[in-house]
């Protein structure tokens, strides 16, 4: 039934659902009712003994028709409520439904010698539509509550007309069971309510936190990108000397012009378009290798040892923000160790690619930098961080700093050793 619907909508759809189909279950009792009279009337008028016929000339010749039209009422009304289901309507269905269980009751029991009992389906039939006004209520626990009015307003003027009539009252089962059967539905639907709201909740509550953790990712992504642009251009300024600036500079002044500009630091995105093909220099396609060039072109010495062309097992986005971490490494060397002078040093293992970037420069406690210095909180330790690595900082005040980034790798296929040569040297 709600297949397809979204979940706001839901609840609305099963209540307009169970009222409606409440609603055509009244109008049909309140029609076999009806029936069940003129069935009743035609019947009995030419068979019946002189007695009997006698006792239901004088209660159907007036009161037979004016039931009919209570009937007619009833149905007007709860055709009515099925349209605008508000308060005003449902209590004057309930008064005006009483009104004509009572007459169609009396009417009924009024033939003893038909109807000895009062708990007879036919009895029962307009007794249903009422109950049926469980359906009108706004909500299931609503519903709950006009349904049960509508049960014991049926039942007491049942009463009644037993105590008019002379006739044995009973309660019905047909009766008792459809009210049971309406409560449980409504029971159930509100339960199954509260349970899709409070998954609905549940869903809202995981999107919020999604988000959350988005705009944290780009406040994060922002403030290591300033820290790779601005603050690198800031410094390469301010070291360079009077005049023309070089071309160098200039282009990666523009450079970082162009990515502020833009909007491509937001993503992902593989910033390497092409693969290097087979036989290309990893080294020299690396973004470590371009983040050392740049240093270089503001001043600094930079020395590199180890196995260089390991860094061809890096990922592109990997690639990419490992070179942006040692770009700030090297940043920093420039900024705060006091000297010109830095070693770059890679070593590969079988699932991770270390990298350690040293000076000899001034060195510093870590636990007492300001709350200013973002460049290795920002730019190094979150960038790698991401990437499933993990930063070590080496340092103290007149000893250097050693700064080690492990970048996950995906791991190589070891390499095989000759059995023969294993044999060999093996112990006899």
Known sequence: M????PDHLVARTISHALARASHWFGLTCLAGALLALLALNFAHRPTATAATASTISTTTSAALWFTILALLAMAGFLIELSLRRTVTLTIAYLIVGSGCIYLFTVTILGMPDVFPFSNLFLVALPKLALIMVGGAGTGALAGVLWSTLGFVLAEAVTVLAALQTQVPYSPDPFTISTYLFLVGVLLFAHFARRQAAAQTALHRAVLADRARLLRHDLDQRALARTQDTTLTELVALARAHAGPLSPNLAGSIRATLQTLRGTDWLTDADQRSVEPSA???AWLTSEVYAAIERSRDRGLVV????ERAALGRLDPVSDRELGLAVQQCLTNVILHSGIVAAEVVIESELDSISLMVMDAGRGFTESETGSDRLGLRQAVRHRIERLGGSVSILTRPG?????????PVPISDPITTDAATLGEQAPR
């Open 2 to 5: 709600t297949l397809g619907l």
């Open 399 to 407: 000893a250097g700093t050693s700064v080690l980034l492990n970048v």
């Open 279 to 281: 036989g290309t220099d």
């Open 303 to 306: 020395e590199v040892t180890g």
